[in-house]
């Protein structure tokens, strides 16, 4: 069955730290692959996507992850976390269809 | 460009009630999906549009939900009766296409309390 995994449901860290998020997923073939941000009262906001090519992949506000086949791997990364990233980001993986992760909670310490 | 709106932001209502969402996706989008993000999970897709035919709607709950897209553009999303579990947000998001690879926007979302 296809299925995304986030192992952490929170995660803390202080602000100028690094941070990698994990996903992990379960498909039948490489899927195309996705990291979303949900701030509070807000929808969702697509960070990056990876559908072929080069394995890392850059996104937004400094976010980059990489596709690690042959571990099913698509973890999100910063090199150094902002208080205005605490929010909650979502990892998805799909083809017809996006599947969702359960979240990982952000939390960022002054 | 406007986003993708949603109202109302928040519904309280008793189970055994009806409710109705409505959504306005980006102006040209031609592909409309609506997903339940209940506390604690991920977006789950309930239904999605292609202009006003539905192309995917497996995960949703026929004997109670109902959603439409008369005019391939606004769309309204209808729960009746509702229930304890139903209690969630509900996110519209629209896309250009029908392509996985086509970037979905989402809305703010409405957060459905049932009592």
């Known amino acids: 069955a296809q299925s995304v995994t986030q192992p952490d449901i929170h995660i803390t860290v202080s602000e100028g730290a690094s941070l990698e998020l994990r996903c992990n997923y379960s498909?039948?073939?490489?899927?195309?692959l996705f990291w979303y941000v949900q701030s509070p009262g807000q929808g969702l906001q697509l960070l990056l996507k990876?559908?072929?090519?080069?394995?890392l992949v850059q996104g937004i506000k400094g976010f980059e992850a990489e596709f690690k086949r042959s571990q099913s791997s698509f973890n999100l990364r910063k090199p150094s976390v902002h208080w205005s990233d605490a929010a909650e980001y979502f990892c998805?993986?799909?083809?017809?269809?996006?599947?969702f992760g359960k979240g990982t909670r952000l939390h960022i310490l002054p | 460009e406007a986003g993708v709106a949603q109202s109302p932001r928040y519904k309280i209502i008793e189970k055994r009630q009806s409710v109705a969402f409505w959504c306005n996706p980006i102006?040209?989008?031609?592909?409309l999906y609506w997903y339940q993000q209940i506390l604690g999970q991920g977006p789950k897709l309930l239904i999605q549009f292609q202009n006003n035919g539905v192309v995917d709607d497996s995960q949703l709950p026929k004997d109670r939900f109902s959603a439409e897209r008369l005019k391939g553009v606004d769309s309204t999303l209808k729960i009746q009766p509702a229930k304890l579990e139903d209690s969630a947000v509900y996110l519209c998001a629209s896309s250009q296409g029908l392509a996985e690879y086509n970037e979905q926007f989402f809305g703010p979302g409405t957060r459905l309390t049932v009592l």
């Open positions: 102006s040209g989008h031609a592909t």
């Open positions: 498909y039948g073939a490489t899927p195309y």
């Open positions: 990876y559908f072929s090519g080069d394995t």
């Open positions: 998805a993986v799909g083809f017809d269809k996006i599947i």
